[in-house]
């Protein structure tokens, strides 16, 4: 097994990023995938996915992973979604005696004047108790808004969107 130094990770993922923005550089249809950067956490040796993605109804957002890329992308071709926001506003929950704040990753807007919370995530993260406290506060508040609330995975994404 080679001994692979944290310089030398950070080098590669420096050029993979590099090569890819050359690559795409030249190819209209994936113009928005220019502003997608890899991010290489050189502590654990695990790869995550953060950019951003210009949206026709939500401008330039930020994703914190695939999934999110890959939602946002299924909710601009989907016509029944008029407009999101991402991150739209902060709710308070507690988890261990201390009291936290938790975004929720989208708030959408439909044609029929419908509204959903949203929380992205994938299939192993919802048995964490964090994250159980998490959508908690999220229903809470959308059964206070009088809204929907919807938790996706990676196997919702399909389009036509799910539940909306």
């Known amino acids: 097994m080679r001994n ?15 090569t890819r923005r050359e690559t795409l550089k030249n190819d209209p249809l994936l113009e928005d ?3 997608r950067t890899v991010m290489m956490n ?3 040796g695990w790869t995550s996915y953060k950019g951003y993605h210009k949206s026709p109804k939500a401008g330039r957002v930020y994703f914190r992973s ?3 890329e890959m939602f946002y992308r299924l909710l601009d071709r989907d016509e029944r979604v008029t407009n999101y926001f991402v991150e739209p506003f902060a709710l308070p929950y507690t988890f261990e005696g201390r009291e936290k704040l938790y975004y929720p990753d989208l708030l959408i807007s ?14 192993h993260e919802l048995i ?5 406290a998490k959508i908690r506060s ?3 508040a959308a059964r206070r808004l009088r809204i929907g609330f919807r938790v996706f995975t990676q196997r919702h994404l399909t389009s036509p969107l799910p539940l909306l």
Do not use: Y
């Open 128 to 132: 964490d108790l964090q994250t159980k």
């Open 110 to 123: 439909t044609k029929t004047h419908a509204r959903f919370l949203v929380e992205i995530k994938q299939s």
């Open 42 to 44: 050189t502590t654990n």
């Open 33 to 35: 995938r220019i502003n």
């Open 66 to 68: 695939k999934q999110e």
């Open 4 to 18: 692979v130094t944290t310089a030398q990770r950070r080098a590669w993922a420096v050029k993979a990023v590099a």
């Open 138 to 140: 999220g229903q809470s």
